[in-house]
Nanobody
Framework: QVQLAESGGGLVQAGDSLRLSCASS????????MGWFRQAPGKEREFVAA????????STADSVKGRFTISRDYTKNTVYLQMNSLKPEDTAIYYC????????????????WGQGTQVTVSS
C-alpha cells in the first residue's frame, strides 16, 4: 500500500507561483509512475502532469504547458509540481496520483491517490 500526502496549496494572485509537494510513505515508491491531477468544482478530475519513474520522462497537459513543471527527489520520495504564471482557471483541488500506465493517464486508471490540496488563484 502506498500513502500519498500533498502539501503546498494556498490562495495566490494571478501571475504568482506555487510549488506543490507529494510525499510518499508506506510501501516504497518502487517503479510507480507519478502524476498530478486537478478537479475544479462541477468538473471531472483531469490530468495535469506525469512523470515516468523508470525513464524520468515527463508530460504535461496542453493547458499548463510552459507554466507547470513536474519533478522528483528520489532521496525524499517526493514529487513536486512547480506552477508559474498561475491563472484563475487553475483554481482547483490538486491531487497526487501513483501507479498508472502511459504518459497522459485518465483519472480512473490511477491506483493510489492523495487527499488533495486546494489551490485558489484570484484575478
Amino acid at each position: 500500500q502506498v500513502q500519498l500526502a500533498e502539501s503546498g496549496g494556498g490562495l495566490v494572485q494571478a501571475g504568482d507561483s506555487l510549488r506543490l509537494s507529494c510525499a510518499s510513505s508506506g510501501r516504497t515508491f518502487g517503479n510507480y509512475n507519478m502524476g498530478w491531477f486537478r478537479q475544479a468544482p462541477g468538473k471531472e478530475r483531469e490530468f495535469v502532469a506525469a512523470l515516468m519513474w523508470t525513464s524520468g520522462s515527463t508530460s504535461t497537459a496542453d493547458s499548463v504547458k510552459g507554466r507547470f513543471t513536474i519533478s522528483r527527489d528520489y532521496t525524499k520520495n517526493t514529487v513536486y509540481l512547480q506552477m508559474n504564471s498561475l491563472k484563475p482557471e487553475d483554481t482547483a483541488i490538486y491531487y497526487c496520483g501513483a501507479s498508472f500506465v502511459g504518459p497522459r493517464p485518465q483519472a480512473p486508471s490511477v491506483r493510489y491517490w492523495g487527499q488533495g490540496t486546494q489551490v485558489t488563484v484570484s484575478s
